[in-house]
């Protein structure tokens, strides 16, 4: 029997979807801070430090369309759960690695659960409420983004601070196996439209933007002019050119370039973009000059 839109199981659904988001934010936000101690204490750069921020990024980019069309397929709620396990599993993974590669490892693994987990809770929570009180519910939910990279900073500060940069990954393993467990129970199952999903736009996407990243990242080592940069900046920019004209003639496109045509849409992306890019940088900046 379908539930009403009172049911107190829907306060679970806002809950588990709620508390799964706030994890991935305030995870993405939280290492910044504790990046100076990491440095120490595995004894690398911070340029190669860096790219624990960078490996979770590219998966979660890469991963973010594939894992809403799975959803589609394969019932939102199975890979939604499946994603928080990855994320709190790679959590753990996160906290016992030993050296610099195993934790970019364990952080890429981070970013592909919570592309899964970002989409699809929204999804979920959306679906579960009919259309008159969804803003009102979305509001909820999207503010819980701006509390998370507000207090990413105060609670990496104060957990690498107080106890050890460890803890900042450990945090979110009892609470995602609780969020895990009560969601397979709790949350209900949907499925939308199965459409192909777009592995060549996959691949043309994720390599081109590990290139940028890889060339802008080395470039203040080895300078602008250095082979190796102008090689994968090169390759990166060739790479995103064709990911688009391959956008631009598929059937079902991972991207939907016409889109970007809407002006209210290219705007809203173009100021995440640059507001994403002024508080991850600051933050970074900030705080290794603090520490």
């Known amino acids: 029997m379908k539930r009403t839109p009172t049911s107190p199981r829907l306060g679970w659904v806002v809950a588990l979807t709620s508390t799964a988001y706030f994890m991935v934010v305030l995870d993405s936000v939280v290492v910044i801070t504790a990046l100076p101690r990491m440095q120490r204490d595995l004894h690398v750069s911070l340029s190669s430090l860096q790219w624990t921020l960078n490996a979770?990024?590219?998966?979660?980019?890469?991963?973010?369309?594939?894992?809403?069309?799975?959803?589609?397929?394969?019932?939102?709620?199975?890979v939604f759960t499946i994603g928080l396990a990855l994320f709190t599993a790679a959590s753990g993974a996160c906290a016992l690695a030993p050296n610099l590669s195993e934790l970019i490892a364990a952080r890429t693994v981070q970013g592909l659960g919570g592309a899964v987990v970002l989409p699809l809770s929204l999804t979920i929570?959306?679906?579960?409420?009919?259309?008159?009180?969804?803003?009102?519910?979305?509001?909820?939910?999207?503010?819980?983004?701006?509390?998370?990279?507000?207090?990413?900073?105060?609670?990496?500060?104060?957990?690498?601070?107080?106890?050890?940069?460890?803890?900042i990954f450990w945090i979110n393993v009892p609470i995602g196996i609780v969020a895990v467990m009560l969601g397979v129970r709790l949350l209900p199952e949907s499925f939308g439209a199965r459409e192909r999903l777009d592995l060549v736009g996959v691949a043309l996407v994720t390599a081109g933007v590990v290139a940028l990243v890889w060339a802008l990242s080395r470039s203040g080592e080895v300078g602008w002019s250095g082979t190796e940069v102008v090689g994968t900046l090169i390759a990166g920019v060739v790479l995103l050119v064709a990911f688009v004209g391959w956008e631009n003639s598929a059937a079902e496109p991972m991207v939907p370039l016409r889109m970007f045509a809407a002006r209210d849409f290219a705007?809203?992306?173009?100021?995440?973009?640059?507001?994403?890019?002024?508080?991850?940088?600051?933050?970074?900046?900030?705080?290794?000059?603090?520490?």
């Open 125 to 167: 929570l959306t679906t579960a409420f009919p259309v008159e009180r969804r803003g009102m519910i979305v509001g909820v939910y999207g503010g819980l983004a701006g509390l998370a990279v507000a207090m990413g900073p105060i609670v990496g500060g104060a957990v690498t601070q107080g106890i050890d940069w460890h803890w």
């Open 56 to 78: 979770y990024g590219i998966a979660f980019a890469a991963g973010i369309i594939t894992a809403a069309a799975l959803g589609d397929r394969l019932g939102r709620r199975k």
């Open 267 to 291: 705007i809203g992306n173009l100021t995440t973009f640059l507001m994403s890019g002024a508080i991850f940088a600051g933050g970074l900046l900030v705080t290794e000059e603090f520490q």
